[in-house]
């Protein structure tokens, strides 16, 4: 059969090339086209600058708008509202005004996705009183809000730390026939959540219930993570085990989420029971859902089953992460086994590593066990530092008393151009004087001061 070339057919060849971030495939389809006599249209130009915005940035973008222009393409408003969704997502205020000006010097009429766009750059920046601007703007203009445009306002809201006005101009909406969706809930929960109130937040939950919306992984999500971070374990626990005898599939992340939690709190037997509804189910695990359950037997002290893992990841062909590496580490150095921490850590590094994170564990752990002096050599041989890595030896060095030491430490920290801790300096500065020797103290103060304003 014949397929007639059209520039419908262009559009979506560009749009399939963009989509899977191969924009130089999707440039050739484009000449190739244009070779062939098909014309490309707005659309076509459109789905290139979204498809630039997405992965080259705005200046990638905004370019192509040259390009339309000299093909004697005019842009339209869904052209200068990918520009300025990509502008916010850039938290680039100014560019995103700059297209909504340029909009209307060419006579384009702004529609409520440009505005959407607009009020959700206003709350990105910290400027709430600007984004409610924008919204009285929508309706003195007779622009129709859509849903999205109160969850834009409803997650401003909550972003900028003002969950109880989030939670009546919810109400007043509901009051004025406005019908939630599960995104509207999961945004009133999350800011609920980040707030401690886990008790409306379950209420909430509540009503979606009721109102016969379906929770998604999200939702439960976001309530397991809440209810575990006010120690709520019961509850926590609750929502997951009910939820699932109810017929609600919990995704990966979810199970992982309650796994993590569980570990921090201690609670083997929940930790057995949630993991082995995980194999039951038969999840595909990932690398993060590994790191998990290599995390928790690595706190059992259980290291042979945690490197056993690390071999049946790599079976099904996952690659160990810099985490994996470091809990590993970790557990080695919990049950005292330094010295297989230090092969495995130069084992890393010889792979290529960024094994920063990594080092530090070990020095804290170092540290912890009181083997100062091994901490110290670890310290010199390695080749990148950041302020964790000083603080944990300047924090023993001054339990030690080791003040003079500690201060050498943290000196060559500022003139490295690393941010101290103020709580480090402060430790060193009682430690020095608790020596008798103010006169050194304040030449230790004075020699931070210095190397802050000219390293920094």
């Known amino acids: 059969m014949f397929l007639r070339l059209s520039t419908r057919l262009l559009n979506i060849s560009v749009a399939s090339f963009c989509r899977t971030k191969q924009l130089q495939k999707a440039e050739a389809a484009l000449i190739d086209g244009i070779k062939l006599g098909v014309l490309p249209d707005v659309v076509t130009y459109n789905i290139l600058i979204t498809g630039y915005c997405e992965f080259s940035g705005f ?84 622009i129709s809000p859509c849903k999205a445009t109160f969850n834009i306002l409803i997650n401003g809201i909550c972003k900028n730390g003002n969950t109880n006005k989030a939670l009546m101009l919810f109400r007043s909406l509901q009051h004025n026939g406005f019908v939630p969706e599960i995104v509207t809930y999961n945004i009133l929960m999350n800011g609920l959540s980040k707030s401690g109130r886990w008790k409306d937040m379950i209420s909430l ?175 010199n041989s390695m080749d990148m530092k950041d302020s964790f890595t000083y603080s944990s030896l300047v924090n023993n060095l001054c339990k030690e008393k080791r003040y003079r030491l500690a201060a050498e430490l943290l000196l060559s920290c500022a003139k490295a151009g690393i941010k101290t801790l103020k709580s480090d300096q402060k430790a060193v500065i009682r430690g020095l004087a608790s020596l008798g020797s103010e006169q050194d103290a304040k030449k230790f103060k004075l020699k931070i001061r210095v190397a802050k304003i000219l390293y920094h």
């Not at 505005?115 to 206003?122: E, I, R, S």
């Not at 297989?340 to 920063?356: D, P, T």
């Open 59 to 142: 200046d990638a973008g905004y370019s192509v708008i040259n390009r339309m222009k000299e093909a004697e393409i005019t842009p339209d408003v869904i052209t200068y509202n990918s520009l300025m969704a990509s502008a916010t997502k850039q938290h680039s205020l100014s560019r995103c005004l700059d297209m909504l000006e340029e909009m209307l010097e060419i006579g384009i009429i702004p529609d409520v996705w440009s505005y959407n766009t607009l009020m959700h750059c206003f709350f990105k920046m910290g400027k709430p009183d600007e984004a409610y601007r924008v919204f009285h703007d929508i309706i003195l203009r007779n």
């Open 205 to 379: 939950f509540e009503e979606l219930w009721e109102s016969g919306i379906s929770p998604n992984a999200i939702t439960y999500t976001t309530m397991i993570k809440c209810l575990f971070r006010c120690r709520r374990f019961k509850e926590a626990l609750h929502i997951f085990f009910e939820m699932k005898s109810r017929g609600y599939a919990y995704d990966l992340f979810a199970c992982c989420t309650v796994v993590a939690a569980l570990i921090k709190s201690g609670r083997r037997r929940f930790t057995d029971r949630c993991i082995a509804h995980m194999i039951k189910i038969g999840y595909e695990l990932d690398m993060v859902s590994y790191n998990t359950l290599i995390n928790w037997h690595c706190k059992e002290g259980k290291l042979e089953k945690a490197f056993d893992l690390i071999t049946v990841a790599e079976e099904k062909g996952l690659d160990c992460d810099i985490y994996t590496h470091t809990i590993m580490i970790n557990g080695l150095c919990k049950t005292g086994k330094f010295d297989a921490a230090q092969r495995h850590l130069n084992h890393i590094k010889m792979m290529g590593f960024n094994c920063i994170v990594a080092f530090n564990c070990f020095i804290d752990r170092l540290c912890k066990a009181g083997h100062l002096d091994y901490a110290l050599q670890v310290f």
